[in-house]
């Protein structure tokens, strides 16, 4: 969290843990990474807490990082009086700790159905992995619902597309996969139609892009993708913003 204090290293089990106090009047301590995951206990006002090992999750009033306490559970670190909004402990094994799944909206993301909502978690956690934080996110997963409704497509026009998994079948000159790379300039058939290795590709060239970080999610898609359409993307930007949010971004 954004406060500042001293934490109490405490031995457990052998191995170094620290204790926080907790901000919030009472703080859930969930079996995952998410408010969508079951409630284990509470916490109280100022209890200390023993934090174990830290991860990334849903967002929080703009924290993404949870913890996993001593009680093998996960608080949202925004309720964790840490000093810091930075991880103060090492990272739970797995990403989302112990074989976690990342953290569920009814079942899918916001708008989608089963196989876009996992396109867009794959596309989600590779923007996590890059650190392209919430202007990544709502810039890729709004160009895949344009190029695509974040469907990993196939061409007949690319017959190696056709050797790997396809959740439909494009048309578009040699474009394939979720963002419709063209297969004449990105070669490598199978990442094109992998959702995380396509979205690196896309992000490869929105970072090249000169100030990124702070265009608009329409004129930065745009400018990756090159359109023939260049004012289709704008129809997207509220819903990537919420699939995003969702998605822990």
Not at 85 to 104: A, I, K, L, R
Request: with cysteine.
């Amino acid at each position: 969290m954004h406060f500042t204090t001293l934490a109490l290293s405490v031995a457990l089990g052998g191995s170094l843990v620290s204790a926080y106090p907790i901000t919030g009047t009472t703080v859930n301590c969930r079996s995952g990474p998410g408010t969508s995951f079951k409630v284990v206990k509470s916490y109280k006002l100022n209890e200390d807490v023993k934090v174990t090992c830290q991860t990334r999750g849903e967002n929080v009033k703009g924290d993404t990082l949870w913890d996993k306490t001593s009680d093998g559970c996960y608080v949202a670190d925004f309720y964790v009086k840490t000093g810091t909004s930075n991880m103060v402990v090492g990272e739970c094994s797995g990403g989302g700790g112990d074989n976690t799944p990342p953290p569920p909206s009814g079942g899918n993301l916001p708008t989608l159905n089963a196989v876009q909502s996992k396109n867009a978690r794959a596309i989600i956690e590779q923007t996590k992995k890059q650190g392209l934080g919430r202007q990544g996110c709502e810039a890729a997963i709004t160009t895949g619902l344009t190029e695509s409704q974040i469907k990993i497509l196939a061409n007949k026009k690319v017959p190696a597309s056709l050797k790997y998994h396809y959740d439909g079948m494009g048309s578009d000159h040699d474009s394939v996969g979720i963002f419709q790379q063209r297969a004449m300039y990105y070669k490598d058939i199978k990442c094109d139609m992998d959702a995380a290795c396509s979205a690196k590709l896309f992000f490869n060239g929105m970072t090249a892009i000169k100030g990124w970080k702070t265009m608009d999610i329409a004129k930065l898609c745009q400018s990756v993708q090159r359109s023939a359409v260049p004012t289709a993307y704008r129809k997207y930007t509220s819903q990537a913003k919420k699939i995003c949010a969702a998605g822990g971004l």
